[in-house]
Every structure is written in structure tokens, then in C-alpha cells.
């Protein structure tokens, strides 16, 4: 008697996983997603609203007025991927530029100068990073020190501002030239402190995501402890990253200095809690160990188009942007519990 054969099993195929599944995988880039939108949120409200905003020039000034903001970023990112905070970025820029401007006035070698400013910001960050990795000072403490010791220097080196000389080869730094001649005034314009900033970006991702560095600075935000027992240089990754986050300040003095002509002991005034909340706003945990470079990026371009479109309204006041930049930060370290939550989950 012969038996019917059983018809073949359907070949198993994997399950697609749901979108909520799929969500909850890439949990670490939702705050620079959300950014994201709110990005393109404000330009088309601003377009809608008041006009002339998605247009070449706009854009330009955009990047232009926060070429020093996008670097700032930068650095702050790489502090708080660590778990750490640096207060002291803002002060290293005003006595850089300060005593930038004040050499380039007695007479020394721009390019020289440059070197020097950029080196007075690192020489800050080695010493935030000895407090804090060699003598267990908290991160807010030794850099909130620096912080108090920038500024003082600023004050005492000059009370007054400093003018760049009109022949200084410095502020080509800071000259505009077209990419795209444009209707009118709608042309596509950069500086070479734009050019800067990008270079800053794109060294900044290939060191965080393509390197042994960059993963130790990801591994020592998710856990210092275990970052040690997995035997990566903490100590010396710790260091390298505050003396990072120094450098760019000097380069960031570098680029505002050079694209406003002078120079001030005041400069920088409240600069490290706009870079801070930039990087926030762009993903960046609080907490340590989950953040993008180019979600930074995305933070500051999201508080130099929000002062944008309050000067354009005209009816909002300037003070306003402290208070809608806390609202959005709020909004924004809201999300990032929310998240730290749903990782533990």
C-alpha cells in the first residue's frame, strides 16, 4: 500500500520585524533625527512666515555666522561622549583671540599667531584633562576652574578691544568669496573659517567612527570600568579628549577672530552652554556613550537659524533666544530620558 507523500515544508523565511521593533534598534538616533526635523520644521515655517529663507544666501550667512559654533560643538561632543563636560571653551576663546590680537599688533607672523592661539587652547584642555583623569577632580570642577583662569587672563592681558591690523594676512580667514554667482544678491558665498569648520566635521567622524580612539571615547561613556577591564588606553583617551576640546577652541577663536577683526576679554560670554546645547540638541547623551558628530552639526545650524527668524519677525525680543533655547533644550534631554529608559529595557 503506498502512502501519499507529505507536500514539502514552505521554506522558512525570516520575519521582518515590525517598525516598532525596528525603532527600538536605532533608539540612539532618534534626539539627531528629531533635530533633524526640527531643522527643516523651522526653515519652511520660516519661509512660509516671513520669506527669503531657503535661499542661497541665507544659508550662506547661516554657515558663515556659525562656522566658530559648529566647531565648539565638535569639541563639546567629544567631552560628553566620554560623560564628561568642559565649561571652560568659551573663556579659552577670549583669551586666545586676545592674546592673538594683541601679538599680531606688536608685530609677529600671522600664521605664527594662529599656531600660538590654537596651542594656548590645547595647553587649557592638557591641564583640564590632568584635574580630571590624574587627580580625580570632577570634570565640571577642573574645567569650571579653567573657566574662572581663562577669563581672568582675558581680563588681564586687555579690558578693552583689540583691533586685528587691516594689512594682517589673518583675516583672509575671514573673507568671503562667491561658490555660485546667483540672482542678485543670491549667491552661494563661503570663508575660508567655513572651509575650516567642515574639515573639523569630517576629522571629527572619521576619529570618532573609524577609529580605535573614537570607539574607546564610545566604550568610556557606556562604562569607564569596562572599558578598562577590556584593556583600552582609558587614561590617555581621557586626556586626549580634553586637550581635543581645548585645541578647537583655539581653532574656533581662530575663525570668529578672524571673521570679526578684533578681539575682546567679554568674548565667548556663555559660548560653552550654547556648544552644550547644540550637542544636546543634536543627540548627544548626556550621559555618555551615544551621539553624533554631524547631529552637532545639525544643533548648532538648529540656534543660528532660530536667531535668524527672531530678527526677522522683529516683534520677538533678542532676550527671547535664551528662553526658547532652554524650552527646546528641555524638550530635548526630555527625549534622552526617554531613550536611556527604553536601552535599559
Sequence with gaps: MSSLAAPPAPPETA???????????????????????????????????Y???????????????????????VALTFVILTGGIDLS????????????????????NPWVVVVLMILIGSASGAI???????????????TLAMMFLGRGLASMLSTVPERVPDDSAMLLLGEKFKLYDGPKVNDIVITPGVIIAALVVIGAFFVLHRTRMGRTVYAIGGSEQSAALMGL????????????????????????T????????????????????????????LTGGAGFVLGSVVGALVLG????????????????TTIITGGILLVFVLLQRAVTARRRE
Design 233 to 256: 588606553p582609558v587614561a590617555a583617551t581621557k586626556l586626549w579628549v580634553y586637550i581635543i576640546s581645548g585645541s578647537l577652541s583655539g581653532v574656533a577663536a581662530v575663525v570668529y
Design 89 to 108: 571653551v568659551g573663556s579659552v576663546i577670549a583669551v586666545s583671540s586676545v592674546a592673538g590680537v594683541m601679538l599680531l599688533n606688536a608685530g609677529w
Design 305 to 320: 537659524l532660530m536667531i535668524v527668524l527672531i530678527t526677522r519677525d522683529g516683534s520677538v525680543p533678542p532676550e527671547a
Design 128 to 142: 583640564a584633562g590632568v584635574l580630571v583623569q590624574y587627580f580625580n577632580v570632577q570634570p565640571f570642577i577642573a
Design 15 to 49: 520575519e521582518r520585524p515590525s517598525l516598532a521593533k525596528r525603532l527600538s534598534l536605532h533608539l540612539d538616533a532618534l534626539p539627531t533625527v528629531a533635530s533633524i526635523v526640527i531643522f527643516v520644521g523651522m526653515i519652511v515655517f520660516g519661509e512660509l512666515a
Design 51 to 73: 520669506g527669503r529663507i531657503l535661499q542661497f544666501n541665507t544659508m550662506s550667512n547661516l554657515f558663515i555666522n556659525n562656522a566658530h559654533l559648529i566647531i565648539l560643538a
Design 258 to 285: 578672524s571673521r570679526l577683526g578684533s578681539a575682546q576679554n567679554i568674548t565667548g560670554i556663555g559660548w560653552e552652554l550654547d556648544a552644550i546645547a547644540a550637542a544636546v540638541i543634536g543627540g548627544t547623551l
